[in-house]
């Protein structure tokens, strides 16, 4: 009962022991001491428990350590024993390592010999070079083997023995003697009894060597009554030990210590000697910056000079002064700008040219007395007094590859005459003339020529264009109005103001945007002298200033060409200073700047083109500004567009050069040129730069070039680009030939060496032959890649379209994505790469195709050739689709070949095809 009122008593008061005390219910001071010693039990357990995992840490940290310590340690000893077995094999290979067994030998026989020596019983005789290995001797006797058996049966007895206890002579030793330094003894005399020596003679023979050997040993231990040099041999080497603790090691440490004094020795060496030389170029450099400092203050010095000298000349420059105006006649081609040169010139240069096309710069100088009688009649009425010296014409080429020479022509002018063709307007180089005059703030004047095309136009010959409107039909004079409208509109478009010169108004004058139009006929003349007029009118009102004569020379090279007899000429436009024969001209080439000679001054007559052949006038001097042909040394290389310097008696060489040279950058790019391409020659520079751009920028895909030249074609240059051939290149073994001779000489050569040379007389003819070549070469090379080329192709089998299933299988297919070609393999992909066969034929409503494309359905006749027992229905069915089978090598074919045949689309199918045969 007391058990269980006990009990009771527990429960209320614990509540069985697991539940928590309820809140309301106070907490006795002893429980509060038990629950406060559990707490504080619990933290300590925490604590020991945590001290014990940083104890295990600490542990394991530290044996983390000794661990890597140890096999840091065993990394180093198996360093050092394969650094011993490398020094091993090493000195093997050498034929320097020696067992232990052979270094005690060695030193035995050492001691023993040298013991023998301070006794007087061997003389110090020069050592033989040893021997090593066991070589047999050929050509001996007998006696020799047999001594060498011997020999060799006491060299395994010793190696047996770790210390010697028998006195015996020393036998020779084969392997490598370390040799020491003996101090020199007394030689004894010679004793009677045979004297052993280092090495075997081959002189002595062999069984003398084996008694002896045999003999040497105990004899003199047991014979008491030997010589007394003999006795004192015997204490001595019984006095002598080995040292069994010297090994190798100790060895190749003297010999490295050594090696590394050498090094040492040799680096302190190297080091005075690359102190020396640094020290030399260190002088020479300073020497050449101390002269590059001295000429480029030179070179200032020369500059401010120049450039001083300059000023004072344009200080100096007056309105009485002034020189020719230079004019550029721009327009398309076959606008009539020659034409209206001609007209004015009197002249027939328009049907001189090949074509009837200008292809060079030519430039015309009309003299003073030239304008005033070609504009009298005009002047009878405007009362002009023409005050410029005259007027310098640059005609340049209107066809679409001459960009360079219109913007060589529009760079150098004062004045331009665009001329349009009023039956057509503005045409693409019209335009392109247009902006380049607007872009250089040049003023011009456009002339409206063809004017005489109009209908029943009156030919007026030579008359102003007023008087000869005056003279025609109501007609005629309302379709002029009409044509001159659309030009005007169309030159609005462009952003131009213009009007018909006579209409316009004083503030259309005085605004530089208005620009006069010209009506003129270059065939018979009517307004041709009204451009003159106007053209001189704004000379003499607008740009007086630009045109007033300084003595600073303004030289600019037009052309370079070779003339027959003259050679090498350039031709250039001197616009101001003079020229004299005999200065330093200095030219710009890509090679640098060259300095040559002026041997001589040539003009034409005046109203005489540069490009027309005729009697030359030879000058002394010249005054800008002129059209001038240069002769001299060297001119192969000068480059168009460049200018031209001469270095005077007061000028810095340096400074001149530098200047000439300032504007290359442009100019090298355009004649840049490939390892593989063809030869482009032509009779100008500037025609050569014609072509360059074509070919590099208007040919799809580009032509590249490898070498270029100007003048005729000789054997060399066949000679130079028949190394194409050679190359794997046949195509570009190719000589693009405009306008220049064709020696008879280098056209046989061509002909043996494969080499294709196309000439033309006209430039895009040229193109046109070249273009044609490409193209069939290029078909000829698509025939012969046709077998292997496979086009990109998803075809979708038709079931309501199946005529045979057995080959040749013939089924209805619709393209899903492609191009179904004749000749395209086709396979299964889904069914393991099934091959189908090859489609051999197309047939398209009712027609037989080549192709069919994307979207189309026709009929393939399909023919597998490798298994003609695959049969539609069998193998394969309409449930999967069929693909082209490509390969690596058909889709090199595609690119190289069939390019341009293949869209975007195509591509974009070859790719996707390429993944799922796992093409890389």
Not at 504 to 523: Q, R, Y
Not at 698 to 717: F, L, M, N
Not at 760 to 770: E, K, R, S, V
Not at 809 to 823: M, P, R, S
Request: hydrophobic share 35%; net charge neutral; glycine share 6%.
């Amino acid at each position: 009962e007391k058990t269980d009122k006990k009990k009771k008593r527990k429960k209320k008061k614990g509540g069985g022991g697991g539940g928590e005390p309820k809140k309301d219910e106070k907490v006795s001071a002893k429980g509060a001491l038990i629950a406060e010693r559990l707490r504080q039990q619990r933290e300590e357990e925490e604590r020991i428990q945590k001290l014990r995992e940083e104890e295990a840490a600490r542990i394991a940290e530290e044996e983390r350590k000794e661990e890597e310590e140890r096999r840091r340690v065993e990394e180093e000893k198996a360093r050092i024993k394969k650094a011993k077995k490398d020094r091993i094999e090493e000195m093997k290979r050498n034929g320097t390592y020696l067992t232990p067994a052979q270094k005690r030998k060695q030193k035995l026989a050492q001691k023993r010999l040298e013991a023998m020596r301070a006794a007087g019983m061997v003389p110090d005789v020069e050592r033989k070079k040893p021997v090593y290995g066991n070589k047999k001797g050929k050509g001996k006797g007998k006696g020799k083997g047999k001594a060498a058996q011997a020999k060799k049966e006491d060299e395994e007895e010793e190696e047996e023995e770790p210390v010697p206890t028998e006195e015996k002579a020393p036998a020779p030793e084969k392997k490598a003697p370390t040799p020491e330094k003996k101090e020199p003894a007394p030689e004894p005399p010679q004793p009677t009894q045979p004297t052993p020596s280092s090495e075997p003679d081959g002189d002595k023979s062999s069984d003398s060597g084996a008694e002896w050997d045999a003999d040497s040993g105990d004899d003199w231990d047991a014979d008491s009554t030997s010589p007394p040099q003999f006795q004192s041999l015997s204490k001595k080497l019984e006095a002598i030990t080995v040292d069994d603790t010297e090994d190798l090691i100790a060895h190749e440490k003297a010999k490295e210590q050594e090696r590394l004094r050498q090094l040492g020795l040799e680096r302190e060496k190297r080091a005075a000697e690359d102190a020396a030389r640094l020290a030399l170029e260190q002088a020479a450099s300073e020497e050449l910056s101390r002269k590059e400092q001295m000429a480029a203050m030179a070179r200032e010095e020369g500059r401010k000079k120049r450039e001083r000298m300059e000023q004072e000349n344009l200080a100096r420059r007056t309105r009485d002064d002034l020189r020719c105006p230079i004019v550029v006649i721009m327009g398309h081609v076959d606008t009539g700008k020659t034409k209206l040169l001609d007209k004015i010139r009197k002249t027939n240069v328009q049907e001189g040219e090949a074509g009837g096309i200008t292809q060079q710069i030519g430039a015309t100088y009309f003299e003073k007395k030239t304008l005033e009688a070609q504009t009298r009649r005009l002047n009878e009425t405007e009362k002009v007094e023409v005050t410029v010296p005259g007027m310098l014409v640059i005609d340049t080429p209107g066809h679409e590859s001459f960009t360079n020479l219109r913007s060589r022509g529009s760079s150098l002018c004062d004045v331009a005459i665009l001329v349009v063709d009023l039956m057509h307007g503005l045409e693409q180089q019209t335009i392109e003339s247009l902006n380049m005059l607007r872009k250089r703030g040049t003023p011009f004047v456009v002339a409206l020529n063809k004017v005489d095309r109009c209908y029943a136009w009156k030919t007026c010959p030579d008359t102003p264009i007023r008087e000869a409107l005056e003279q025609q039909p109501e007609g005629t004079v309302q379709e002029f109005r009409s044509r001159s409208t659309d030009a005007k509109v169309q030159l609005q478009e462009q952003g131009v103001n213009s009007n018909i010169y006579w209409e316009m108004g004083d503030e259309d004058w005085e605004n530089s945007d208005f620009i006069p139009l010209v009506p003129t006929s270059a065939i018979s003349g009517e307004g041709v002298q009204d451009v003159l007029l106007l053209l001189c009118q704004i000379a003499q009102r607008k740009l007086w200033r630009q045109i007033m004569w300084c003595a600073n020379l303004q030289c600019t090279v037009l052309e370079v060409k070779a003339i027959d007899g003259l050679g090498m000429t350039v031709d250039v436009l001197l616009v101001n200073g003079y020229l004299r024969e005999g200065d330093k001209a200095v030219f710009c080439t890509l090679d640098g700047p060259i300095i040559t000679e002026i041997r001589g001054l040539l003009t034409p007559p005046p109203s005489r083109e540069m490009r027309i052949k005729s009697e030359y006038i030879h000058h002394k001097v010249v005054k800008g500004a002129l059209g001038i042909k240069l002769i001299g040394n060297n001119l192969e290389k000068v480059m168009a567009g460049t200018p031209v310097m001469i270095v005077g008696p007061d000028d810095e060489e340096e400074d001149i050069k530098s200047e000439v040279m300032s504007d290359l950058t442009n100019l090298t790019s355009k004649l840049s040129t490939d390892k593989k391409g063809v030869m482009v020659q032509a009779s100008t520079l500037g025609a050569l730069e014609a072509l360059l751009q074509f070919l590099r920028e208007e040919t799809k895909p580009p032509i590249p070039v490898s070498a270029v030249g100007i003048g005729a074609v000789h054997k060399r240059d066949v000679t130079k680009i028949s190394i194409m051939n050679e190359k794997g290149c046949p195509e570009y073994a190719t000589i693009l030939a405009f306008d220049v001779v064709i020696e008879r000489e280098a056209r046989e050569h061509a002909n043996e060496n494969g080499v294709r040379i196309f000439t033309a007389d006209i430039i895009y003819h040229l193109f046109d032959q070249f273009t044609r070549f490409m193209e069939e070469l290029q078909e000829q090379r698509r025939t012969e890649a046709a077998a292997v080329a496979v086009f990109p192709s998803i075809c979708k089998i038709l079931p309501q379209h199946i005529f045979n299933t057995k080959d040749p299988i013939i089924i209805g297919v619709e393209v899903v994505e492609g191009i179904l070609k004749v000749g395209t393999p086709l396979c299964v992909p889904a069914l393991g790469g099934l091959y189908v066969g090859k489609v051999i034929s197309i047939e398209c409503n009712g027609k037989t195709e080549d192709i069919a494309r994307k979207g189309t359905s026709a009929a393939a006749k399909i023919v597998n050739e490798t298994n003609p027992t695959i049969t539609y229905g069998r193998q394969f069915d309409a449930r999967h689709n069929l693909y082209s089978m490509l390969t690596r090598q058909s889709i090199d074919a595609l690119k190289e070949n069939f390019k341009e045949k293949l869209e975007t689309e195509d591509w974009r199918l070859v790719v996707k095809l390429k993944k799922i045969y796992n093409i890389i």
